[in-house]
C-alpha cells in the first residue's frame, strides 16, 4: 500500500489543522492506521491510531482532547483534525499502516509505508 500524506502547514499557536491520508493499491479498510510525528532532531513518536472500523481510537498523552483521528474506508483516507495547535506540535507527521493487527500501536516499529510526511509548524 502507499500512503499520501497532505494537510501540513504554518499555523499560529492555538489554530487548527486536518491531515489526510490517502491510501492506495490496497483497501485501507484492512488495517490499523496510525498517524506518527518527528519533530526536528528527535525520533518518530505516536501521535494517534484507529482501528480498522473506526471504533476504537487512542492518543498520546500530550494530544488528548485537541487531536481526533477518524478514516473514511470509503476513501480510502484516515484523518488527523488538530486543535489548539502548540509550538511543541511543530513536527513531520506520518501515516503508517500497522502491520500486526494494532499490535505494536505506539511503536514505529509496528508500521510501514510511510509515506513522504507532511510538515506542520506551529509558530508561538
Known amino acids: 500500500v502507499q500512503l499520501q500524506a497532505s494537510g501540513g502547514g504554518l499555523v499560529e499557536a492555538g489554530g487548527s489543522l486536518r491531515l489526510s491520508c490517502v491510501a492506495s493499491g490496497r483497501t485501507l479498510s484492512d488495517y490499523v492506521m496510525g498517524w506518527f510525528r518527528q519533530p526536528p532532531g528527535k525520533e518518530r513518536e505516536f501521535v494517534a491510531v484507529i482501528w480498522r472500523s473506526g471504533g476504537v481510537a487512542y492518543y498520546q498523552d500530550s494530544v488528548k482532547g485537541r487531536f481526533f483521528i477518524s478514516r473514511d474506508n470509503a476513501k480510502n483516507t484516515v484523518y488527523l483534525q488538530m486543535n489548539s495547535l502548540k509550538p511543541e506540535d511543530t513536527a513531520v507527521y506520518y501515516c503508517?499502516?500497522?502491520?500486526?493487527?494494532?499490535?505494536?500501536?505506539?511503536?514505529?516499529?509496528?508500521?510501514?509505508?510511510w509515506g513522504q510526511g507532511t510538515q506542520v509548524t506551529v509558530s508561538s
Open positions: 503508517g499502516v500497522n502491520q500486526y493487527g494494532g499490535s505494536y500501536y505506539n511503536s514505529p516499529t509496528g508500521y510501514s509505508s
